[in-house]
């Protein structure tokens, strides 16, 4: 099991400092199903972040042995890793993947994604290309002018950490199956009730789409890793585990849900 830890300068290994990783160290794992395992420290590794960040990262031995297996059998691959005794009041119920998505919540997010577009020149005024631009106005009013806001190409899971508050996370991606080109993108995440709330609503795949370095990028779902791979509530503060994979690379971040605001970086990971 490969753990990421702290960001470190240049220096590599050796500057290191406590709270770190040190081998034969014994680590927390809450996978969000069921109580935490243990993980014996046995590897040091250097990993690089795109953005130029370094990282230290352990390779773990899970202590035991039908732990490990049943942890192979989730569904989720990465989760959330404390040093020493477990922490008190994390949650242990993950996301669930559900079959349906929602179509009222289907219906905001088109509703939000075309109050962001908004004209056909969205993302035209970053392009110098006369034909980019063109085809950034094609995919702009595309977009504009659908009527239907249900879509295939959507992945939607549920998780309700036991305090009251349930929440839908949504990536869902709008295709113009005529011209074969995609038209918008979004990672949001949901909190249901009477009437769903949009808490976080991520565009950046569609700012991507309209790049030309993504002309012949495959954006359906069944190509790409799924956007939220897992939520944790830690006390009274929210913890959701993000993929985005870009043109070059991809990143994984930790982040904070604030009410107010959305997702706030805590820790992100990528290449």
Not at 35 to 52: R, S, Y
Not at 70 to 78: D, N, Q, S, V
Not at 207 to 217: I, K, L, P, V
Request: with cysteine.
């Amino acid at each position: 099991m490969l753990i990421v830890g702290e960001v470190i300068d240049n220096a590599g290994l050796d500057k290191l400092g406590p709270g770190g990783f040190q081998i034969g160290d014994r680590w927390r794992i809450h996978t969000g199903a069921g109580p935490p395992t243990t993980v014996v420290v046995e590897k040091l590794v250097l990993l690089l972040h795109g953005n130029g960040n370094q990282l230290v990262g352990a390779i773990g031995r899970i202590a035991n042995l039908d732990t490990a297996n049943r942890i192979a059998g989730l569904c989720a691959t990465a989760y959330l890793a404390i040093p020493a005794a477990a922490v008190p009041g994390v949650s242990e119920i993950p996301i669930m993947p559900l079959d349906q998505p929602d179509q009222e919540v289907t219906k905001i997010l088109f509703n939000r994604g075309r109050e962001l577009v908004h004209d056909g020149n969205w993302m035209v005024d970053t392009r110098s290309d006369p034909d980019e631009a063109k085809r950034i106005r094609d995919m702009n009013h595309a977009f504009l002018v659908r009527r239907e806001f249900q879509t295939s190409e959507i992945r939607t899971w549920r998780w309700i950490p036991r305090d009251g508050k349930s929440f839908l996370l949504v990536e869902a991606i709008w295709i113009d199956d005529y011209a074969k080109h995609p038209l918008f993108a979004v990672d949001a995440i949901i909190l249901e009730g009477p009437k769903p709330k949009i808490l976080s609503f991520s565009y950046k795949k569609a700012e991507w789409m309209r790049a030309s370095e993504f002309q012949d990028f495959d954006w359906r779902l069944s190509a790409n890793y799924p956007a939220f791979l897992n939520a944790w509530k830690i006390g009274a503060n929210y913890f959701f585990l993000t993929y985005l994979s870009g043109y070059e690379g991809y990143s994984v971040d930790l982040e904070k849900m604030d009410f107010a605001k959305g997702l706030i970086p805590v820790l992100s990971f990528g290449n």
